[in-house]
T-cell receptor, first 117, second 108 residues
Framework: QLQLQESGPGLVRPSETLSLTCTVSGGSISRSSYYWGWIRQPPGKGLEWIGNIYYTGSTYYNPSLKSRVTMSVDTSKNQFSLKLTSVTAADTAVYYCARQGLALDYWGQGILASVSS | ELVLTQSPGTLSLSPGERATLSCGASQSISSSNLAWYQQKPGQAPRLLIYGASSRATGIPDRFSGSGSGTDFTLTISRLEPEDFAVYYC?????????FGQGTRLDVK
């Protein structure tokens, strides 16, 4: 059974960089046909797609965040990562990683990242 | 950017009743790349329907999806107590992938 697990700091200072990692178990991140994605959800609000990455490093980003987002993949560790720069309180959210197969068919449990001084 | 609008915002029904949730798109969605997710408090979303009408693995057959182009529907034929949650549609046919704002299904 495929499992995804987010990890990273729960608190980030304003103007700093949020860094999160998603570890995939039960399957290879290098398997073709699948992209790997990040989605976020501010407290009490809806879902926002951040972007996807393929195991080759090819990426698609939401234009609303593109100037601040970088995704990367480490196939040796079966992980992919998200960096979001210059964060503000508006970036406070639960961040989910997910597999883009038949839609977003496997999700991590989510990690709350709060932006506060 | 393709905008998805879900209606109603909140739907109040009783167990055993039929639920009909709508998702409208600002432009046609290619290849019916439309999905529905269920989210319960404190949990990650769960994929229910992909390709507008295909049930994901393990999803009961009381859940069904239909539609094409710009108008899509999620139907729950007979509500069970565990079905009361928030439901989101999402299009993954054109980047940026976008979600609807959600429909909250409450117990009447």
């Amino acid at each position: 059974q495929l499992q995804l697990q987010e990890s990273g700091p729960g608190l980030v200072r304003p103007s700093e960089t949020l860094s999160l990692t998603c570890t995939v178990s039960g399957g290879s991140i290098s398997r073709s046909s699948y992209y790997w994605g990040w989605i976020r959800q501010p407290p009490g609000k809806g879902l926002e797609w951040i972007g996807n990455i393929y195991y080759t490093g090819s990426t698609y980003y939401n234009p609303s965040l593109k100037s601040r987002v970088t995704m990367s993949v480490d196939t040796s560790k079966n992980q992919f990562s998200l960096k979001l720069t210059s964060v503000t309180a508006a970036d406070t959210a639960v961040y989910y990683c997910a597999r883009q197969g038949l839609a977003l068919d496997y999700w991590g449990q989510g990690i709350l990242a709060s932006v506060s001084s | 950017e393709l905008v998805l609008t879900q209606s109603p915002g909140t739907l109040s029904l009783s167990p055993g009743e039929r639920a009909t949730l709508s998702c409208g798109a600002s432009q046609s969605i290619s290849s019916s790349n439309l999905a529905w997710y269920q989210q319960k408090p404190g949990q990650a979303p769960r994929l229910l329907i992909y390709g507008a009408s295909s049930r994901a693995t393990g999803i009961p057959d009381r859940f069904s999806g239909s539609g094409s182009g710009t108008d899509f529907t999620l139907t729950i034929s007979r509500l069970e107590p565990e079905d009361f949650a928030v439901y989101y549609c999402q299009q993954y046919g054109s980047s940026p992938y976008t979600f609807g704002q959600g429909t909250r299904l409450d117990v009447k």
